[in-house]
DNA sequence: CTAACATTGTTAAACTTTTAACAAAAAGGC
DNA sequence: GCCTTTTTGTTAAAAGTTTAACAATGTTAG
């Protein structure tokens, strides 16, 4: 039936031109609607269908895959499968990635039990936290151990990234402690900006932010209604 | 000493014209230093002293406020108390908003308990749950209520906003609920994209996918570290 | 095997957002 | 009170992002 010539991911990455963080900030969202799309077996797309899945338009879609290679053919799409595929890896969400978390509140113990990420190859492996009568719980089977043992822990096992879950006023210290055991990655929950040093890279989780902006959203609509 | 000018506020906002939505973003996050500052009795700060604070450059912020009016004084700067006024006022935070959650599970539960929010404003009145040994909890001095109390209570309180904590499988027909009942903005933490009415507006929390942002970021440092 | 069709990857134009520049105006020191 | 300094709000230029257009190329049906 069909072949498909198939050169393949193509390394036509425009190498040493840096990727715009708007086109980092949509992979994510491909492969939600990727996974999904594989999930229903469904075995080939085309741009302007997956575009219009997700909301945006098919030029954007296939001018934001260009960046990392060319992944499909004319006249037929996408493969889903072969696409999701790519998209993960692009995403490094192939190879294992070891975590600690510190702070085990309410927040932090959603964000461990939150089985996507072990799904896609995050693996929260030890928690941190201050508090005695938190210190040697085991929460979905990863210890809970001292606050004062991080370093030594962190000597000793494969770590790229570090979640940050205790309150804003220890998030600083927290993350200079990590940075200072030579962690790159920080994904920080605390409504607190962290300084840290050029090559380690922040997430900040922005959920109070959010609610702040629907809420102006809200009132500008509220507006808008009354005055015209 | 300094007597002010002070014709404040200006309504000089261009009206009908739409407020970016990258401006819109960033006013959690002056928000968030001004109140810092207000904290500690900062009273004044000029636009390239926060600018430098929150990482942006002083045009940047200068251009951003200039949408709502003119809160600033030649050669003096901002008073912090005003300013932080001006910009809760924008962001529609003077208000008292009444808030229903649906899904008292562990995220659920951490949001809920997330005492920022009440200080701003934020009130959650009411939790719904489907599981039976949930519902009759207090939680935080909010009652959980059996989902098909939704439509009763929705009724009879003044809500504006409905928080989704469910599984991402009962997140589009919750959120289907809520229209109905007449609810205009929805936060939502299911990684699904809700499909709502125009005059609906959602605000979807990514939580996941900054992970994998995180996680690409990490990857693409390394790729470079070994590339050149 | 051929021709009509579909759909990509890419180039160029339109639009949006950010940064720079500066006149106008108030502050603060002398 | 006058002069120098500071700093705003705004206008203009630069940079970045999105959308449109289309040639190239593989697909599919006859
Ligand atoms: N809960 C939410 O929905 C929510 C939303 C947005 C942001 N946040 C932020 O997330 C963070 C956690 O929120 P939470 O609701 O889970 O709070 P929480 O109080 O339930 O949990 C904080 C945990 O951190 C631990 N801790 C405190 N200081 C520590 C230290 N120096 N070292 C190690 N552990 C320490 C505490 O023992 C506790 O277990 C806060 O910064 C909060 O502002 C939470
Ligand atoms: N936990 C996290 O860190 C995290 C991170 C990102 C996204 N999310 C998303 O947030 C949502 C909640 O996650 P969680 O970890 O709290 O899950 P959870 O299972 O702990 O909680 C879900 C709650 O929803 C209730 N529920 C289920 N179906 C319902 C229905 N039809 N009507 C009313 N209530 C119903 C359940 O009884 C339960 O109490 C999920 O969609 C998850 O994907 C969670």
Redesign the interface.
């Known amino acids: 039936m069909r072949k498909m010539g198939h050169e393949s991911g193509n390394i036509n990455q425009r190498r ?1 031109q840096q ?1 715009p963080l708007a086109v ?2 949509r ?3 491909y ?2 609607y990727l996974s999904d799309l594989h999930q229903k077996e469904v075995a080939r797309i085309s741009s302007s269908e997956l575009a219009a899945k ?2 945006i338009t098919a030029s954007q879609l296939r001018q934001d895959l260009s960046w990392f290679g060319s992944f499909g053919q004319q006249g037929y799409g996408y493969r889903v499968d072969e696409l999701l595929q790519e998209v993960s890896r ?4 192939n190879q294992n ?1 070891g975590m600690v978390l510190i702070g085990a ?3 932090g ?3 461990i ?2 089985a ?2 072990k799904r ?1 190859g ?1 693996h929260t492996k030890a928690i941190f936290d201050n508090n005695p009568d938190i210190v040697g719980e085991i929460i979905d089977e990863i210890p809970v151990y001292n606050i004062s043992e991080l370093e030594n822990y962190l000597k000793s096992h494969a770590i ?2 570090g979640v940050i879950t205790t309150p804003a006023s220890a998030a600083q210290e927290v993350a200079d402690r990590l940075v200072r055991c030579g962690i ?2 920080i ?1 920080n929950f605390a ?1 607190v ?1 962290l300084k840290v040093p050029d ?1 380690v ?1 922040v ?1 900040h ?17 509220k507006e808008q209604a009354s005055d ?1």
């Open positions: 040493h990727i980092i900030k992979l994510p969202i492969h939600r997700i909301g692009i995403l490094g969400l990635i509140g309410r927040l113990r959603a964000i039990h939150y996507n990420f896609r995050f790229q990234i790159k990655g994904w409504p900006s090559d890279i997430e989780v922005h959920i109070g932010e959010s609610l702040m902006v629907l809420s102006m959203k809200l009132q500008q609509r015209d």
